[in-house]
């Protein structure tokens, strides 16, 4: 059996609560996407973590995690992220495996991606700072660095040294400090040497589980519109979201996926720059950011708010071949008398679809919304499906009916325990 979790919106869904939720039935974890971009919120007993490179089963005592060729790893925050993680669990190296081919976030792709929002100014995309363009496009471009270059120094040196011929007269033109191999070699040596025991080749692995019918789970990072191809470019991140991203970062075959869930918010948020047709920027919005405690897991900025955009969801459904949605947070919107819910959109008076916008005409179209009726309860302790309210069963109904795909859990709270199966 193999899932598939995406998001649905522009990230922050609650993927990383549905996972470590779904892993207590899964052998694996995979992250086979996106880097420490990435901020994946679980909740449990040893306390509230946000997991930025290892996957979200981590604390599934059975579960193996993998961090696949996809992803792009900085060193530092790995250390770090292991360095937390074994103080739980001590035999952390029998449940952690790392692919060699992962590209490594060297500190001149984060020094780039200052420089290239800064010389974009007012258009610039609002990324996190983190080096995720720069260390992608190294990788298109046959520059980059990978996990398995640490095991031949000598290499990695000559490497290192000719993207810093070509990175440091950039570094020196926009007032950054230049680099010198040295240092950045050492420093980098010294934390592979944490992530070292870990690294294993993650393709015979899955291939093998496979074979022996194991529940491999596969956790997406970020969200649909964040796709670099089919996202709201330039507003959008440097790897693929969409479902066939699984295939090309996780190095499984697509026929194998048997269900695609997708993570979606019971309302819209989005951190960073970018067209957003269903944002509030007035005072409900601020009530639901309050309520929700929107702001980012990894940088800590205000999340955009707004209502749920029916027409993004769609998009979503078709594109990936979603078979269910997971429905989040849910429990945020207790007490709204009136719930809008975006149904179209029109641009000039004229019915216009999310594929047909760039992030220009996205910016101008006008959202048709749908008013459906609030709940007053509050439904975090709810426990099943029955004891729903009627407006909150109709409200998912209403989701179900519009994108023609079947709402399968219902998100109630950040705990592995606020969650109905419907
Ligand atoms: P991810 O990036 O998709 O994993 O999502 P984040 O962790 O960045 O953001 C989701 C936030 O909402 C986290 O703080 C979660 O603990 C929290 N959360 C998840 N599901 C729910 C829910 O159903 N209700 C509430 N109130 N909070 C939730
Ligand atoms: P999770 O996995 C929300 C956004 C940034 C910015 C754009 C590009 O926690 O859902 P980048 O640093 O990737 O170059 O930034 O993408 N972004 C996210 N927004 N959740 C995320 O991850 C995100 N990862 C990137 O805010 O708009
Ligand atoms: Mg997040």
Redesign the pocket.
Known sequence: MVTLIL?AQ????G??KIVDLLAQKSDFVVRFH??N?????IVNKYGKF?L?LIPSGIFNPKCICVIAPGVVVDLEVLKNEIEMLVKIFPDLQKKLVISPRAHVIMPYHKLL?GINEKAKGKGK?????????PVHADKVSYLGIRLSDFLRPQELKTKLEINLKLKNPLLKTFGADQLNAEPVLRNQMELFTSIKPYLAETFTLLQTALLRKKHILFE????MF?DNEWGTYP?????HVVSGAVTTGGGIAPTKIKEIMAVAKAYT??????PFPTELTNNIGEKIRKIGSEF????G?P?RCGWLDLELLRFTAQINGVSSWALTKMDVLDGFKTLKVCTSYKLRSKKINYVDCDAITLAQIKPVYKSLPGWSQKISGVKKWADLPKAAKNYIAFIEKETGVPVKLISVGPERNQTIRK
């Not at 997406?220 to 969200?223: I, S, V």
């Not at 507003?235 to 790897?239: H, L």
């Not at 948020?269 to 970018?274: I, P």
């Open positions: 998001g522009w990230g922050d869904e993927k990383g996106g880097g971009n990435a901020g994946h919120t946000p930025h991606d995309t609002g990324t996190t700072g983190r080096g995720i363009g997406g990072a970020q969200g964040l507003y959008v991140t440097a790897s948020t989005r951190v960073g720059d970018g980012g897991a990894t940088t900025r999340r």
